[in-house]
């Protein structure tokens, strides 16, 4: 890095660090001014954050340090914690920085991305932080799968029509559920999805968050083991705690009538295969009808 390399001085302290360090904005300043003056640098921009967090990006001078990048090569503090104190942000600073092809300097741990070691070091820290994430990834994983074959409760995810959930458990909404088993026995009675999709839609019937109902919204429906009683995450399903809106026989009927549709066989989508072992079931509009007349 040549003496013409434009520096960004940036600064930062929040009534905290003060306190408990006292390395006050004047005294960061001045050390990297000197540290500047001794390797030929000129200071091309100043940014000074005063009372704001390390943990927070959205410092109104670091902001405006990295829309002004243009104006600067090399990014200097004083330590690496001025600049930010999560690692992941600091990380993500740093891949843009590479992109932009901007160097980092912190001047109190001889840390310089201009220089071969600079860089090397930089290389370890980044292999270092995504080693961390894939383990973090990898214990998630690990963690989510084992519940999805045994544990209680539901997996993380959005809501679905039919249901509401409260405490980490699952319950049926009663006028989200008539629309979800209407689904179903339309299905059974020979319609196509985009049949069910446009009858719902000419009587204005809403989808989930809104929005009209489409081929993929009604297929979603009836592929999901979650109306039937079945909880599925990563190919395991396995039978749940929350109360389902068809029974396990309609749903494996709809999925076998969905399959006997598929014109090409390489878009068929597999259906989820429910488990022996049955969860709650509660019996849709027209099976209850059956039952009453005896059928």
């Given at each position: 890095?040549?003496?013409?390399?434009?520096?960004?001085?940036?600064?930062?302290?929040?009534?905290e660090?003060?306190?408990?360090?006292?390395?006050?904005?004047?005294?960061?300043r001045?050390?990297?001014?000197?540290?500047?003056?001794?390797r030929?640098?000129?200071v091309?921009?100043?940014?000074?954050?005063d009372?704001?967090?390390?943990?927070?990006?959205?410092?109104?001078?670091?902001?405006?340090?990295?829309?002004?990048?243009?104006?600067?090569?090399?990014?200097?503090?004083?330590?690496?914690?001025?600049?930010?104190?999560?690692?992941?942000?600091?990380m993500?600073?740093?891949?843009?920085?590479?992109?932009?092809?901007?160097?980092?300097?912190?001047?109190?741990?001889?840390?310089?991305?201009?220089?071969?070691?600079?860089?090397?070091?930089m290389?370890?820290?980044?292999?270092?932080?995504?080693?961390e994430?894939?383990?973090?990834?990898?214990?998630?994983?690990?963690?989510?799968?084992?519940?999805?074959?045994?544990?209680?409760?539901?997996?993380?995810?959005?809501?679905?029509?039919?249901?509401?959930?409260?405490?980490?458990?699952?319950?049926?909404?009663?006028?989200?559920?008539?629309?979800?088993?209407?689904?179903?026995?339309?299905?059974?009675?020979?319609?196509?999805?985009e049949?069910?999709?446009?009858?719902?839609?000419?009587?204005?019937?809403?989808?989930?968050?809104?929005?009209?109902?489409?081929?993929?919204?009604?297929?979603?429906?009836?592929?999901?083991?979650?109306?039937?009683?079945?909880?599925?995450?990563?190919?395991?399903?396995?039978?749940?705690?929350?109360p389902?809106i068809?029974?396990?026989?309609?749903?494996?009927?709809?999925?076998?009538?969905?399959q006997?549709?598929?014109?090409?066989?390489?878009?068929?989508?597999?259906?989820?295969?429910?488990?022996?072992?049955?969860?709650?079931?509660?019996?849709?509009?027209?099976?209850?009808?059956?039952?009453?007349?005896?059928?």
């Amino acid at each position: 890095m040549g003496s013409e390399t434009r520096v960004a001085v940036y600064t930062r302290v929040s009534t905290e660090d003060q306190a408990k360090e006292g390395f006050s904005l004047d005294a960061q300043r001045e050390r990297l001014e000197a540290y500047c003056k001794a390797r030929g640098w000129p200071v091309a921009r100043t940014y000074v954050d005063d009372g704001h967090s390390g943990r927070d990006v959205r410092r109104p001078a670091y902001q405006r340090m990295m829309e002004e990048r243009d104006a600067w090569d090399t990014l200097l503090v004083i330590k690496m914690d001025r600049i930010h104190r999560n690692s992941r942000n600091f990380m993500e600073m740093m891949e843009s920085l590479q992109e932009w092809e901007k160097n980092f300097v912190s001047a109190t741990e001889s840390f310089d991305t201009s220089t071969a070691m600079g860089r090397f070091v930089m290389d370890i820290i980044q292999r270092i932080a995504q080693l961390e994430s894939e383990q973090i990834g990898e214990r998630v994983y690990m963690g989510m799968s084992q519940k999805a074959r045994t544990g209680p409760g539901i997996l993380g995810f959005n809501v679905p029509l039919g249901f509401s959930v409260s405490d980490g458990r699952l319950s049926v909404n009663p006028e989200e559920a008539r629309v979800v088993r209407e689904i179903f026995d339309r299905c059974l009675a020979g319609e196509t999805t985009e049949q069910i999709a446009d009858g719902l839609n000419a009587r204005s019937v809403r989808a989930k968050r809104g929005g009209r109902w489409s081929h993929s919204r009604i297929l979603y429906i009836l592929h999901n083991p979650l109306y039937a009683g079945f909880l599925r995450w990563d190919g395991h399903t396995r039978p749940a705690e929350h109360p389902a809106i068809v029974p396990a026989t309609v749903y494996e009927r709809a999925q076998g009538a969905l399959q006997s549709r598929i014109q090409n066989p390489r878009l068929a989508r597999a259906p989820a295969k429910l488990p022996k072992e049955r969860g709650p079931v509660a019996a849709s509009p027209r099976s209850r009808e059956a039952a009453a007349a005896g059928g």
